[in-house]
């Protein structure tokens, strides 16, 4: 199973408080550093103020040399497609071909009324984000020397010389997730390279697993080939004491987090990583909310991952 460290920063961030997070992340061992795409705090004053996740990537892409770089995840809502497409590749080639895109079609309608971004209904919505996932694919596919023409409900692409390219092999990987039932699994088993089960249980991620898989077979792709993943929120201590001060830390109880999250000694996360292994999962991003403990991250690293490798 692989572990990838997932942040927050709406919650409150610097950059430079992003790239302590990172640079631990990469010299721990770790397989990633993703962040949240959010304009606005879910909880708290969310001082200093929120920080644009492609442009702290895009900075992140030069100062560390191995983990994977990602979104968890951009909302289709928040840019054009055509900009986006050349952002993210911009970002692969400034990172050595270590990005991915994590894209949903948006949901938290507070962000968009503070910054003036259109918030559509849930439906219209989705048809965007699934027009987005055309045209993102269509730009990165597209032949150098050829041009990409799009004619969407929603999204219009003419005569595109469809530049930058990304760097990586194979592209950039696309990760597709949520606890959708029905149009969700058909994205994913369309576009996406891994399909991502936010915060839920392990049976809820064994059924949305599932899922996915049929939807897979029924397009005619190896279900084989798609990665399964689960976010989940982090909170280990080496003793009690730990573990409830790192809850505190993050205004949650600590039998909460037991119950839904990576939480407890670690051996109680190795177990509670097992079971999601269990369930089809074989990544994992791990939510850290406090990015100010990184000690937090070295015990997970030298006590929790070695038991997973």
């Known amino acids: 199973m692989q572990l990838r460290i997932f942040t927050e920063p709406q919650m409150g961030a610097t950059y430079d408080d992003l790239l302590a997070v990172a640079r631990r992340t990469e010299e721990t061992g770790f397989d990633a550093f993703f962040r949240s795409d959010h304009y606005l705090t879910m909880g708290g004053d969310g001082l200093p103020g929120p920080t644009d996740a492609w442009v702290t990537l895009g900075a992140l892409a030069r100062e560390t040399t191995r983990i994977r770089l990602g979104t968890l995840m951009t909302a289709a809502t928040f840019r054009l497609p055509g ?3 050349i952002s993210v590749a911009q970002v692969d080639q400034m990172s050595g071909g ?3 895109l994590g894209i949903g079609s948006g949901w938290y309608e507070a962000e968009h009324a503070a910054y ?3 918030f559509p209904p849930l439906g219209e919505r989705f048809d965007r984000y699934e027009e987005q996932l055309a045209v993102i694919t269509g730009l990165w596919s597209t032949p150098v020397g050829e041009t990409f023409d799009f004619e969407g409900a929603h999204y219009r692409i003419a005569g595109s010389p469809a530049l930058p390219k990304p760097v ?4 950039i990987p696309l990760i597709v997730g949520g606890k959708g039932s029905k149009r969700t699994p058909l994205l994913a088993a369309r576009y996406a390279g891994e399909f991502n089960v936010p915060f839920s249980s392990v049976a809820d991620n064994a059924r949305l697993f599932a899922g996915v ?3 897979c077979e029924e397009a005619g792709r190896d279900p084989g080939a798609m990665v399964h993943s689960s976010a989940l929120v982090l909170c280990v201590g080496k ?3 730990e573990i409830a001060r790192r809850a505190a830390a993050i205004g949650r109880e600590v039998g909460e987090l037991r ?3 990576v939480a407890g000694t670690p051996a109680e996360a190795v177990d509670i990583l097992g079971r999601y292994a269990e369930a089809g999962a074989q990544r994992v991003y791990l939510q850290v909310l406090d990015l100010s403990d990184l000690d937090h991250l070295d015990l997970v690293a030298s006590e929790v991952a070695p038991q997973l490798a």
């Open 83 to 85: 900009p986006l497409a």
């Open 98 to 100: 270590r990005v991915e």
């Open 116 to 118: 003036g971004i259109p």
């Open 168 to 171: 990586q092999d194979g592209g």
């Open 213 to 215: 898989r049929r939807a």
């Open 239 to 241: 003793d009690e004491e």
């Open 259 to 261: 119950e839904h999250g």
